[in-house]
């Protein structure tokens, strides 16, 4: 299965992703996670993306191909995988294409611009693993500590209020355009984001399902 996960910063891809994996055992491939992995162990590739992701921009896209490109060749993306924030814009999709990967769907979870600002407030992640909680929504054992790795929760520096302005606009004018991109190709399934993490989870799984029996 070779599945994307489209949605603005805070829509819940991140989870989603996460739970799909779980329960079909194939990777979730956060490009954001990569590249902040890659700003932490202070790699060239890290110190070129930190400004673009500090400021709520995109970074470059010849940089994302080529992780991309990498990534998807490891082991375990043989029998499948999911993406999460890539593509992000139409020449990431064509240059995905290019790759002969042909996606099987493209799952867009929609959540209105207010309550994504109200979510991302409340979002924090483990400065050690990557994976995501939030204050409301998906609260972690022990406050502050990571349920998978015991590592300390942070909130992003790209959460913060005036950022995330920014990357919802960006979002609406260079990531948006995907929804027309993978509807003429048939691959486009539309999943309203619910209050309820599980109540999304849930719609996931049936589009998922839906998806496979096409
Ligand atoms: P995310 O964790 O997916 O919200 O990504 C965090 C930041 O990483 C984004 O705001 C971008 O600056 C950068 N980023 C992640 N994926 C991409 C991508 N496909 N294209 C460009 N920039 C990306």
Redesign the pocket.
Known sequence: MKLMFLGA?GAG??TQAENVSEKYNIPAI????I??EALKNGTEMGMK?KS??DA??????D??IGIIKDRLKEDDAKNGFIL??????IP?AEALDGMGVSLDGVIDIIVADAEIVKRMSGRRVCESCGASYHLLYKKPKVDGVCDACSGTLIQ?K?DHPDTVLD?LK?YHEQTEPLEDYYSKQNKLLKVQGQEELADTTKLVFEAVEKMEAQ
């Not at 956060?30 to 996670?33: K, Y």
């Not at 709520?56 to 896209?61: N, Q, T």
């Open positions: 910063p891809k991140g956060s490009t954001g996670n590249l902040r993306a673009f992701m709520g921009r995109l970074v470059p896209d940089i994302l999460d924030g890539f593509p992000r814009t990431q992003r790209d990357r960006v």
